[in-house]
């Protein structure tokens, strides 16, 4: 038996509980609610690529333990993928990481570049794994919060800088971003990239929206600004960007130093996963410009169903220039408490939803704001719409 005096979940993790995506995707299983809570697409990424995951299957290709970096093929197809978008030459084989998603490129990055007392500046509100990762690893999170300003959440970039100390060893980065649908513009990014050459930090950047950019915003890696090649590292997904997020293959372009890092704690997580997905998203990647814009446009026409439809229902809504989500604000219909609302949201409306506050340490800051998913048939998107318009009935 175990001491009864004694948790039996380490303090570092105790804060963290059990994922709220796991508590709202139940409750919508329960209710049988439509679930725009968790970000997951509703249909499979192109039939060709699945396609190409089978042809591995039956070639015996990814079937036993790939190699620790991840198959060149794929190592190849990220590089060539950061080359043809944005300009930036990775080498296959020292500069180009595949991860068990970006999941675990997120947790190996800090598990290796943190030491015990270290601060990593993050932007709140933020994913929900960044705060438990840092945990992980022991070092300190110090939010900087995006604001509400003008239809969207911004950066106030004195905020940042006030928030880098002696002990600040990273900046960790997410644009888009998750759950706010900010992109960062390049004039912020620049400042983040002068903040972090002027204080001498690494970066850390989750670009996994890279490709869900809508209307005139432009997502800018920071790996592409001055002084940031050598102290980014970068993280994607194929989950994100090709519809198929039940694969987990992620990955990090970086400096050799920082490669061998990250790949230094991610060969005890998983060692290797997802053997013949890696060759599969390998041809994803070659897939041509077409491809991308024809996703971009379609999640743009879900966008703009789900934000015109909440804004009907009353919800005040802040339109994302990127990602797939929109935060909306719930005051205007009355309410106050984003949780109390996601709880009551299935019986009242047959809709499940995610409260921002999840999101922050200052749950205050976040307690107004609920989160839709809109990566989602239309036909989905247009009954949850109409349930949500009986909300002021
Ligand atoms: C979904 C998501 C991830 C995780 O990506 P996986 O490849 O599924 O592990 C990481 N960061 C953000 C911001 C996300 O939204």
């Not at 089978?54 to 190849?76: F, H, K, S």
């Not at 649908?181 to 996994?208: F, K, N, Q, S, Y």
């Not at 001055?226 to 990955?251: D, H, L, Q």
């Not at 041809?283 to 789900?306: G, H, I, N, Q, V």
């Amino acid at each position: 038996m175990t001491s009864s005096a004694r948790p039996l979940v380490n303090r570092r993790l105790a804060e963290f509980g059990t994922t709220i995506f796991a508590e709202m995707s139940a409750l919508a299983l329960r209710t049988g609610s439509i679930n725009l809570g968790q970000g997951f697409p509703d249909t499979d990424g192109p039939e060709e690529v699945r396609e190409a995951a089978v042809r591995a299957l039956r070639d015996g290709r990814g079937n036993q333990y790939p190699p620790g970096p991840g198959v060149p093929e794929l190592r190849t197809a990220i590089a060539a993928h950061q080359e043809r978008r944005y300009g930036l030459s990775y080498d296959p084989d020292t500069e180009v990481l595949v991860t068990a998603g970006a999941t675990e490129a997120i947790a190996a990055a800090l598990l290796a570049l943190l030491e015990t007392g270290d601060e990593v500046v993050a932007l709140e509100p933020y994913y929900d794994s960044y705060a438990a990762c840092i945990a992980m690893a022991g070092g300190t999170r110090v939010p900087v919060t995006l604001r509400p300003h003008e239809g969207a959440f911004r950066l106030d970039l004195d905020e940042l800088r006030a928030a880098v100390t002696d002990r600040t060893r990273l900046l960790l980065i997410n644009t888009p971003h998750n759950p706010t649908g900010t992109v960062l513009t390049r004039a912020e990014l620049t400042a983040i990239a002068e903040l972090a050459v002027e204080r001498d930090l690494l970066v850390v950047t989750d670009e996994v929206y890279e490709h869900l950019v809508f209307d005139e915003a432009e997502h800018v890696p920071l790996a592409t600004l001055p002084g940031m090649r050598e102290r980014t590292v970068s993280i994607g997904s194929a989950g994100k960007t090709f519809s198929f997020t039940g694969w987990k293959v992620g990955w990090v372009t970086a400096a050799p130093g920082l490669v061998a890092a990250v790949r230094s704690a991610k060969q005890f997580l998983t060692y290797v996963a997802s053997g013949p997905f890696q060759y599969a998203v390998a041809e994803a990647l070659a897939l041509p410009d077409s491809y991308f814009t024809a996703f971009r446009d379609d999640m743009l026409t879900k966008r703009d169903l789900l934000a015109t439809g909440l804004a009907e229902a009353g919800f005040g809504v802040f339109r994302p220039a990127g990602t797939y989500f929109v935060t909306t604000d719930i005051r205007p219909l009355g309410e106050q408490d984003g949780f109390a609302f996601c709880r009551a949201l299935p019986e009242r409306a047959g809709v499940v939803a995610i409260p921002n506050a999840v999101f922050y340490d200052h749950r205050e800051a976040g307690a107004p704001f609920v989160r839709f998913a809109f990566c989602k048939r239309t036909g989905v998107l247009e009954e949850a719409t109409r349930r949500l318009k009986t909300l002021g009935a």
